[in-house]
């Protein structure tokens, strides 16, 4: 009797090693190794050395084609992370996928969608959320779940999060906890992400200052540095920027994108180039931290530094987080504030759009900032929130939901 047991307990432990060695965290993004519309980078954690593939095909029952993945021990979580990137796919197309190992297991069978040709003129359908940080109220990431649950509801062609992904980034089971949370959404939508000031080093004497932690660059699976990166999406252009810590870098004077900066004269460029290609009907920056925004996240240096370029490059709306609340703006052009005939109809604005989306975990902020001049819209109650936008013809939707599902606020910008 004692035998079958020991025997019994063995097989069981057997069968728990393997279950936590089944692929987990699964992400997809694009990492600038193609463009969106014929690549897809896979993302994976595994607590087993793995040599795992990426297994994917048009139809769900046969995964014909295969990647090998690079595998890496990462010292921030303590496990292996294999990255893959599919090549050669088609354009606007359903893909079905699996990751792991006969040796390790088998994920679930996931699917993506490709990007159209660039410049196509097709609907674009993106989710967006930021702010997912595990601190109080959402230590094990509960409120994200729900914003995952909701979120997951749609089939967005990616989403956009505009960082303070984690509490901590030096904390290994934030970012277990989060891709864990966060795997229904960013298994099947992928996920372009900007680092927060929770998500970088915020040691302002060191050399090291404003970079994110290292495991930020062992998870991620972006393009170029994974800091400052730029995409395009059918006949839109979305740029990423890297805001680091932008509150403590405002005190010694090291906020990032100084005029003449490396950084700067990059943003320039691409700006630039964007506004010249004839594929690009839409400019779309984000950031963590905002440019304009209720409160003590109003980082004055950082508005200096950025907003002169999307002025001048007639960036259509700018997207950030930080501050844990909803928040929309008036049309802006230098000083200048455009008041606007229907509060929900951004229609043919001189001015760019700002929308601070802050609220996806992270403990909320109080209500605040309607006597702003160019405060549009913000709830009068602290609330949980995540938005979709629709971008079609001449206008941008935009949608902002609370964790239930229920609508918060909407507005549409027309352009000619
Ligand atoms: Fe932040």
Request: glycine share 8%.
């Amino acid at each position: 009797m004692k035998f079958s047991f020991f025997y019994l307990a063995i097989a069981l432990s057997f069968q728990i090693a393997i279950l936590n060695a089944q692929p987990r965290g699964i992400h997809i993004s694009w990492n600038g190794t193609g463009k969106t519309a014929t690549t897809m980078a896979v993302t994976w954690l595994n607590d087993n050395t793995d040599n795992g593939v990426v297994k994917y095909g048009t139809k769900a029952e046969n995964l014909d084609q295969t990647v090998t993945a690079i595998e890496a021990f990462s010292s921030g979580v303590k496990t292996y992370v294999s990255k893959a990137t599919i090549q050669s796919l088609k354009p606007a197309t359903y893909y079905f996928y699996k990751v792991g190992s006969d040796r390790n297991g088998w994920s679930a069978v996931y699917k993506f969608k490709t990007a159209p040709a660039d410049g196509d003129k097709s609907k674009i359908f993106i989710g967006l959320w930021s702010d997912t940080q595990n601190n109080g109220g959402n230590l094990n990431f509960e409120q994200t779940d729900t914003i995952v649950k909701q979120l997951s509801k749609n089939t967005y062609d990616f989403t956009i999060h505009t960082g303070d992904i984690v509490e901590n980034g030096s904390v290994a089971k934030s970012w277990n906890g989060y891709f864990n949370t966060g795997q229904p959404v960013n298994s099947n939508m992928p996920l372009m992400s900007v680092p927060g000031n929770h998500d970088v080093v915020n040691d302002t004497t060191s050399k090291i200052f404003q970079r994110p932690f290292p495991v930020f660059f062992e998870l991620m699976n972006l393009p170029g540095d994974q800091l400052n990166y730029s995409y395009n999406y059918g006949n839109a252009h979305f740029i990423a920027i890297n805001s680091g810590y932008a509150q403590g870098a405002e005190k010694v004077g090291k906020v990032l994108f100084a005029e003449n900066s490396e950084e700067y004269k990059w943003l320039e460029a691409d700006l630039k180039n964007a506004r010249q290609d004839k594929n690009v009907k839409w400019i779309i920056m984000y950031s963590h931290y905002p440019l304009f925004v209720f409160g003590v996240s109003h980082i004055q240096t950082w508005q200096n530094h950025i907003q002169p370029l999307v002025d001048k490059y007639k960036v259509d709306l700018y997207i950030a987080g930080h501050r844990h609340v909803y928040e929309r703006h008036k049309a802006i052009k230098g000083t200048q504030i455009f008041e606007q005939a229907d509060v929900h109809v951004y229609n043919k604005p001189q001015g760019t759009v700002y929308v601070n989306n802050g609220s996806s975990g992270g403990s909320l902020q109080g209500a605040g900032g309607w006597d702003m001049p160019d405060m549009l819209f913000t709830p009068r109650q602290k609330i949980y929130t995540y938005s979709e936008m629709t971008i079609q013809g001449n206008t941008i939707a935009y949608k902002v939901f609370d964790k239930q599902g229920n609508p918060v606020d909407y507005f549409k910008l027309i352009k000619d």
